[in-house]
């Protein structure tokens, strides 16, 4: 079983950045997904980037490419998502989920592993 625990939320303006945080559990594979995906209130939850631990290949969804960077620090099992250039729209709860096989272009089902989430919050 992987544990997931994210931090690095919060609430900032327009335009601002935080970094969100998720430490994980050590993974029995050699390879794996790591990804955060978001939801906000009445919405479906959705992918934002994913990166694969063994070459640090990345995927971004449309809405975040170019503001938000996903990045691995493997020394630490720590998945880091920077997120700049913040807009109302990014406000939602942010997970981080871990597969061996899925992307964040899969269902979010596809994901085995799943932290509690951290609120994101964007003022105008």
């Known amino acids: 079983h992987v544990q997931l625990v994210e931090s690095g939320g919060g609430s900032v303006q327009t335009g601002g950045s935080l970094r969100l945080s998720c430490s994980t559990s050590?993974?029995?594979?050699?390879?794996?997904?790591m990804a955060w995906f978001r939801q906000a209130p009445g919405k479906e939850r959705e992918g934002v980037a994913n990166?694969?631990?063994?070459?640090?290949?990345?995927y971004y969804a449309d809405s975040v490419r170019g503001r938000f960077t996903i990045s691995h620090d493997s020394a630490k099992t720590t998945v880091y998502l920077q997120m700049n250039s913040l807009k109302p729209e990014d406000t939602a709860m942010y997970y981080c989920?871990?597969?061996?096989?899925?992307?964040?272009?899969?269902?979010?089902?596809?994901?085995?592993?799943w932290g509690q989430g951290t609120q994101v919050t964007v003022s105008s």
């Open positions: 050590k993974y029995a594979h050699s390879d794996y997904c």
């Open positions: 989920a871990a597969d061996v096989l899925a992307g964040i272009q899969d269902p979010p089902s596809n994901f085995q592993f």
């Open positions: 990166i694969w631990t063994a070459d640090h290949t990345t």
